[in-house]
């Protein structure tokens, strides 16, 4: 009973299932790629993962756009979901195929395409081709709350199941050299190459794009002199209570701001259960996460890492963080919340305080301060990097048509 009891308490039964089902995985992973061995590895087959098939979207979709408008015709496309039917309208074409997540066609793809571009840890049953070139884009920017093993530092058995699997990708995408050190080299263990490029998704923040801008903005029935705000909150590893944000006292504010009519808007994380409160628009199932953060007037957050993609717009950003205390015991930060430059308040008042004394200029300056702070890469040709090197593998030193 004793001995039981010990294990139960230092959580190593969970360790000796997580283990078992590890080994389990990879020996369908193992069988896996020696089926699918007969195809052989189709030369322009780019595979894309996001979210585990909950959405088609962040850095994987900003490299398949680009790859399709400067290569078209080039490529052949796999996108994985849940649920394929709610991606078939904007993704099937000719040259892309939407698969459903986990299924035998996303383990033949897994094996023979030539290029997998992924954002997230993938299933373990998943395989790794060694002549695959792997791709690993993350799905958030800067430094901020922990992730990888800084979170399993009593678990070992985690903490050798993600470092082995972030071993296999060939590339890990850096949106700053903090981010290369903190994250890729130390809480993932990624002794690999890392793409110091900047993120993908954020190419078109970093050089601006007022007619993509104006034209999410009218799709979603803007007046040009709206003031669009938009709240973010992060998924909670312990729970789903999310901060309850004073909509209508928060419109008020942004309205005393910026003089026009003020249109709050939320969007929580693909995790998360929806939030409930008088938003004029819910957007949780937009598929566009950059778009919604082009369109926007303003933003605010809690510890999401939208605050690094968001920050080059040098647009209001504010951080509603009412549960920081708790947070910071059951999460834990990279870099003290308070020298990321973000306005930080724990409560409505204190946010609504934020929003009446607001000042762009200083803001502009704290914001560039924090992304030398951080040794940003972001330069806004991420796309065209990871592009460059898709084509090397493929086609070697043949022109781009």
């Known amino acids: 009973m004793a001995e039981k009891n010990f294990m139960r308490s230092t959580g190593l039964l969970d360790q000796c299932a997580r283990a078992v089902k590890y080994c389990g995985a990879r020996v369908i992973s193992h069988v896996a790629q020696m089926a699918c061995s ?3 590895i189709e030369g322009n087959t780019v595979l894309f993962e996001s979210f585990l098939g909950k959405r088609l979207d962040c850095n994987p979709k900003a490299i398949y756009d680009f790859l399709r408008e400067e290569y078209p015709g080039k490529y052949r496309y796999i996108w994985v979901a849940e649920r394929p039917s709610d991606w078939i309208d904007l993704y099937g074409s000719e040259d892309t195929e939407v698969v459903r997540f986990r299924s035998a066609d996303h383990l033949k793809y897994a094996c023979i395409a030539n290029v997998l571009i992924t954002n997230s840890p ?15 884009t993350w799905h958030g920017g800067g430094c901020y709350k922990k992730v990888g093993t800084a979170l399993n530092e009593g678990a070992p058995v985690n903490r050798f199941i993600t470092s082995r699997q972030f071993a296999q990708y060939d590339y890990f995408i850096s949106s700053s050299s903090f981010f290369s050190q903190t994250v890729a080299r130390g809480h ?7 793409l110091e490029c900047g993120m993908p998704r954020n190419d078109r ?5 007022e007619i993509g801008r104006r034209s999410i903005r009218t799709a979603l029935g803007l007046a040009e002199s709206d003031c669009f705000v938009l709240f973010v909150p992060t998924w909670r590893d312990f729970g789903d209570d999310l901060p309850c944000l004073d909509v209508r006292g928060v ?3 942004f309205e005393r701001l910026g003089g026009s009519n003020a249109v709050m808007a939320k969007r929580g994380h693909y995790f998360s259960g929806r939030q409930q409160g008088s938003f004029d628009m819910d957007l949780d199932d937009y598929p566009d996460m950059q778009g919604l953060l082009l369109a926007a007037d303003a933003v605010i957050t809690d ?5 690094w993609d968001y920050s080059f717009t040098y647009r209001p950003c504010f951080l509603f963080a009412p549960d920081l205390a708790k947070y910071e015991v059951d999460r834990g930060f990279d870099v003290d919340i308070h020298e990321w430059g973000f306005p930080v308040c724990e409560s409505n008042e204190e946010l609504i305080a934020a929003i009446d004394k607001f000042d762009e200029r200083g803001f502009r300056s704290a914001m560039e301060t924090h992304h030398a702070q951080l040794g940003s890469f972001e330069k806004g040709h991420a796309c065209e990097t990871v592009a460059k090197l898709i084509e090397t593998h493929c086609f070697g030193n043949e022109e781009k048509e």
């Open 38 to 40: 007969r195809f052989g």
């Open 122 to 136: 993938r299933s373990n049953e998943l395989p790794f081709p060694k002549s695959q070139l792997k791709i690993q």
């Open 205 to 209: 923040l970093v050089n601006g794009d």
């Open 303 to 307: 510890y999401s890492s939208v605050i």
């Open 251 to 253: 419109k008020r504010a």
């Open 188 to 194: 993932y263990r990624f002794t690999g190459n890392l």
